[in-house]
């Protein structure tokens, strides 16, 4: 089931408020970037392009994803 999302004009409106939005799902997605697009509805390189806008504005979100991907790898059992 795909998610409504409006975070493509958030990041225009709200940079911060939409970077917390996407954070949040790449840690519920354990930084899987074709999970977060799965979860959205729409294509992976969607979401590429939401994190080098949000880059753009200022916000770099790219460390913060490979920290929690480096996480779920830690926590991954075995």
Do not use: C
Not at 23 to 44: C, E, M, N, P, W
Not at 49 to 76: F, H
């Amino acid at each position: 089931m795909y998610r409504k999302t409006n975070i493509g004009a958030l990041i225009t409106y709200d940079a911060k408020d939409a970077s917390k939005q996407l954070l949040v799902q790449f840690s519920k997605a354990r930084g899987v970037y074709a999970d977060v697009a799965t979860h959205y509805g729409v294509a992976i390189t969607t979401v590429r392009r939401w994190v080098a806008t949000l880059a753009n504005a200022g916000i770099d979100v790219v460390p913060r994803i490979e920290r929690i991907r480096e996480l779920a790898l830690d926590l991954e059992p075995g």
